[in-house]
């Protein structure tokens, strides 16, 4: 108790602290975006200290709440997916005015819904900041309820979430647990594929609008990096000094599809480098036009077949995006480079954002819950969960050849500690420097 007492005592020097740093930096960016474009420096202390605080706050509750506060916890937060589920199949966020109130009866009337129920849900919402009841019995967006009206992908994800994950996550709990307690973890067989996944497959085939509610659960729900955040990490790297190299090659493998490209993001930063964009199972010139068409002109589009021997020998740089979560395949992909990374001294960028974090060593926990909830809902929905990450550093140590090794030499991360990239080299005797 008295180590719970002392901690929270740090936590909440550490919170007033955030809190100072969001308000101070908050002020000079103008956070509510104001017409004229604020420093970005302020505006990445205001993101960094949103986190903390979060942080913080997912921290305090683990040490102070008891059994039924978490209880009741998830039950709220049950209904209120419920809730918005409700909301998005009746269309009642579009018909709320984002300025100013409405009578709840009348956005009842307008959508053919019961105004009782919509009432109460509007209630429950209001607890958590979604939706308000300015005065008795009128209804207004807040900023997060417009948010998901503005940006539908938003509801997507929610809709996503509520179809799909919670009802598979609640389906299949034995037999997570029987995959949980195998003595070395594998990917289910075909004659051993969960009911939900032959559900999800179907429902895709069928409804092709989860082809787009599935990678906004992915983005939004799932933690899942965009290209240009996973480019923002990279430039942790001397792009400037990789630039200069004669006849400098960039060769970017296993793209799918074309918008989750990271050297099209690297290319706006980089104006002088020039990129091999292998996309994953594809012949040259398959691409769409639509998919080009707004592709920076120094980027080359070519095909690559899973595990074939790297074509492109001469590039500096491999950035590297794992086939699947499984073993064989990443050590297929490793060795189909090594010739490669040898023959000039390369290095590759082994993309690992999807890859699951150590136990403990995020300083977020709250990031940790989330990687861990998308690799279980993949797992459920898709029948293949992620790879850990000593998993993935137990693979790369096993690629050799007669004269040498893959080694890691830097991990490239995220605010929050989340490996985003391995940076490898090929190592040839003992000796290897860092880049």
Known sequence: MMDNLNQLQIYSTELATAFTSFLSHSQN??????????????????QRAR??????????RTLIW???DFLQHLASQNEILACLHWLGENQILACIPLAGSVPIKDIADLTGVSATQLSRIIRLGATVGFLAEPKADHVAHTQLSASFFSNPSLL??????????????????QQVTQRASDSQ???CSDNNVLPSVELFHVARERRPKINRQWPAYLHHVGGVYTAKDVAAILTQLNWAKIGNVPDVCIVEVNVQPLSSSIGQCLAEIYPTLYFNVQVLDQEPGVASGRELEDFNPRLTITGRTLGKRQAVSEAVVYILHLPSASPSLVLNELTAHLDALRTRGS????LTARVLPELGSLSDPGAEATARSRDLSLLQLTNEGEMEMDELLEVIGTVRDNTGKLVVTKKLCARNGLIVALVVKYQAGQSMREI
């Open 347 to 350: 290095i590759m960028l082994i």
């Open 29 to 46: 960016s103008n956070f509510q975006q104001g017409p004229i474009a604020q420093p970005a420096s302020d505006m990445n202390e205001v």
């Open 156 to 173: 997507d994800a929610a809709t996503f979430l509520s179809e799909f994950v919670a009802p598979a996550t609640l389906q299949v709990p």
């Open 66 to 68: 008891g059994p039924t």
């Open 185 to 187: 973890p594998q990917h």
């Open 51 to 60: 986190e903390k605080i979060l942080s913080l706050l997912t921290k305090i």
